[in-house]
Each structure stands twice: as C-alpha cells, then as structure tokens.
C-alpha cells in the first residue's frame, strides 16, 4: 500500500520504462490526406526505419525547417547523387 501511495506522489525511486517525457508541451493533431500521400509516407517510414509515422513527421519537419532557414539566408539546400552530379532542392515559402 505504501509503494502505491508513493508512486501517486511522484516520490517512488524506480527508475521509468521507455523514452523520457518531453518538458515542452505536445498538442494532438489529426490530419487528411490522399491515400497515395499516405502511402508514399509509409514508404518512406519503412526505407528509413522510423518505428512511427509520427517520428518520421517531426523529423521531416527538422529538415524542411532547416532547408526553408537556408532559403532565407541566400543558401541553397543542394545534394549530391552517388556520381558527384549536384542537384539543387527547390525551396518554396
């Protein structure tokens, strides 16, 4: 009994299972999209091995940040393919 009291006050000494809670705070959102937009994005999960469509998003949303700062900045967001060709990334605001 007293082990369940302390874990309700927060004051239990275990050590917690699983990734750490987030400080900021997270808003629920839900989202439509074409079911050929669906699929590409779970193509995309399964090619870089993200275990959530979630995860995968607030990635893709680090990179388009980053990409879009750039853009601001006067920078090109450009990649090189296995060949050295350069192909430049079309950044639109």
């Given at each position: ?14 050590k ?10 997270s808003?629920?959102m ?64």
């Amino acid at each position: 009994m007293e082990q369940r009291e302390a874990v309700a006050r927060g004051l239990d000494d275990r050590k917690s299972v699983g990734r750490p809670k987030s400080i900021e705070k997270s808003v629920k959102m839900q989202i439509t999209m074409p079911s050929t937009l669906a699929a590409k994005l779970d193509d995309i999960r399964l090619l870089t091995h993200h275990t959530s469509t979630p995860d995968l998003i607030r990635r893709a949303i680090v990179f388009y940040s980053a990409a879009i700062r750039q853009h601001q900045k006067g920078g090109r967001v450009i990649f090189q393919d296995p060949d050295g060709r350069e192909v430049e990334m079309s950044v639109t605001i």
